[in-house]
């Protein structure tokens, strides 16, 4: 898998190896991630999902191939809201992988998908729905879409957080984000690039407006307010291309990053895959493995 080093040997005595570590791990990428799309991929060694398809099926073939990933391992796609950034490329994934669709009734009629098989799976709120031994949970965000969500996928006791397209951080994402090893987190404008910028006024007032985007300056301080001492990777997501700078994103972020691993996400390439293990595993400890040391996995 690219980038994905083997863990230093001290780790393995004992009897551990690696393959431990990879069934107790979860695996991440942002095959895209910005206006103009969206797809995030997080699985573990046998089964994976996608959260929203908004590049085509054949980019996201593409990326997945050069990523050593394989389309064989996705089992499900979860659609976070009816924005064309997050569906565009839904129809031609789902007729060649024939894959079930979790989306809402108003994402389905507001997103105008109809589907000539029932691929579609309906969800509520909070519930946690099975994908293998995937557990992904929907909760409500603040976006100016229909019935916009927001999900975290879990496996074993590690937890990743996909928190894009987010007007305010609610109590809702504040909880989840708490209990994230890993979190996909919009950091989508800068505050002086877009009062500078020539966007118009109304616009300007749709993304700060509470049920737009999250700055730069929300999510950090989501970050240093809430970050659990667990988390080992941030992937600043969602990034505007008019209104911020992927170097902004990284400078600031990683001035507090207290050990975490600050990934920027491009409007358009895939990230490598991140390799997210539960520094809360005993075994670990057992080691006495400093945060620090986690990089390795990357
Ligand atoms: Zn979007
Ligand atoms: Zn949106």
Redesign the pocket.
């Known amino acids: 898998m690219k980038n994905f080093a083997k863990p230093p040997k001290l780790l393995f005595n004992n009897s551990l190896n690696f393959s431990f570590f990879a069934r107790m791990s979860l695996f991440v990428s942002s095959l895209n991630s910005?206006?103009n799309g969206?797809c995030y991929y997080i699985g573990n060694e046998n089964e994976a999902v996608l959260v929203d398809v908004?590049i085509s099926c054949r980019e996201i073939e593409r990326r997945m191939k050069r990523l050593d990933l394989s389309m064989q391992k996705i089992k499900a796609v979860f659609i976070s809201?009816e924005?064309t950034?997050?569906i565009r490329g839904l129809h031609s994934l789902v007729k060649k992988y024939s894959l079930p669709v979790y989306i809402t009734t108003p994402t389905l009629k507001f997103g105008r998908l109809y589907f000539k098989t029932d691929v579609t799976r309906n969800f509520t709120p909070h519930e946690t729905i099975s994908v293998g031994n995937l557990k992904i949970t929907a909760f409500p965000k603040l976006h100016d879409a229909s019935d916009p969500y927001s999900f975290t996928i879990s496996y074993n006791d590690i937890r990743v957080g996909v928190f894009?397209?987010i007007g305010l951080p609610c109590e809702n994402l504040i909880n989840h984000f708490k209990q994230c090893h890993a979190a996909f987190l919009e950091a989508n404008y800068d505050d002086e690039m877009l009062d500078k910028g020539n966007y118009p006024f109304h616009l300007k007032r749709r993304i700060k407006g509470g049920k737009g985007?999250l700055s730069n300056k929300q999510a950090l301080d989501l970050f240093k307010r809430h970050r659990p001492s667990f988390m080992t990777h941030l992937i600043l997501s969602?990034l505007s291309q008019n209104n911020n700078c992927p170097k902004l994103v990284e400078e600031l972020f990683t001035q507090h990053a207290e050990g975490v691993k600050m990934i920027v996400a491009s409007r358009h390439e895939e990230t490598p895959v991140y390799h997210i293990t539960s520094t809360s595993n005993p075994l670990i400890h057992h080691h006495s493995v400093q945060p620090a040391q986690m990089e390795l996995f990357v």
Do not use: M
Request: hydrophobic letters at 0%; a negative charge; aromatic letters at 0%.
């Open positions: 910005g206006s969206n908004g809201h924005h950034d997050h894009t397209d985007h969602h």
